[in-house]
């Protein structure tokens, strides 16, 4: 993994994050510096989620099948988003499972759930990626992003597939939400 600053064009920092993957797709996707700069990193070939610190060190990890992204949060748990397996999942230090979310909580097709973002208002933006379903026909009747409250109700999902056609959602940027990216006070 590389640190690099882009406005100086000077690579930072190169950390070597073992995997035992053979292909560059299986192995991570969506690595995040956290506010304590160590950086979360999403092992798709181990199934887990390992923090490192900016020495390569790990200092901690759960197991996470399919996993793809995972973001640390405020509240010191880690948002986790599980891919094939179309789950998300808050787990806490001890890498317990507090909150998760699943197909029998929405009223839509999950495909995988690539990205999400927890909202200062304490819900949760989910991107539900669709594109390994070859069968385009089928997309229209699911959603690319969506938002839930705590108690997993839906407060809206956007499918938008034909005028605009805005395509499958790996992930988002949300331009609305209070705080700075660049010093960890945003929780994506």
């Known amino acids: 993994m590389l640190i690099f600053n882009t406005a100086t064009n000077t690579l930072l920092k190169e950390i070597v994050i073992p995997t ?45 099948p399919s996993v793809w992204s995972a973001i640390r949060l405020h509240n010191s748990n880690t948002l986790i988003s599980g891919d094939g397996q179309s789950y998300t999942r808050e787990v806490n230090p001890k890498g317990e499972t507090v909150w998760e979310l699943t197909q029998k ?15 200062a208002n304490g819900n949760t933006v989910i991107c539900n990626w669709v594109a390994g379903n070859k069968n385009i026909e089928e997309w229209a009747a699911t959603v690319q992003v969506f938002e839930v409250t705590p108690d997993k109700k839906v407060v809206w999902a956007l499918s938008s597939w034909d005028k605009p056609d805005l395509g499958p959602s790996t992930s988002i940027q949300l331009l609305d939400e209070p705080g700075n990216p660049d010093n960890g006070e945003l929780q994506r």
């Open 105 to 119: 909580d929405v009223p839509f097709k999950l495909y995988n759930n690539q990205t999400a973002n927890r909202l």
């Open 20 to 64: 035992t993957a053979t292909s560059t797709h299986g192995q991570f996707r969506h690595v995040r510096m956290t506010k304590n700069k160590t950086i979360m990193v999403g092992l798709m070939a181990e199934k887990k989620v390992v923090e490192f610190d900016l020495d390569g060190k790990e200092v901690w990890s759960v197991d996470a």
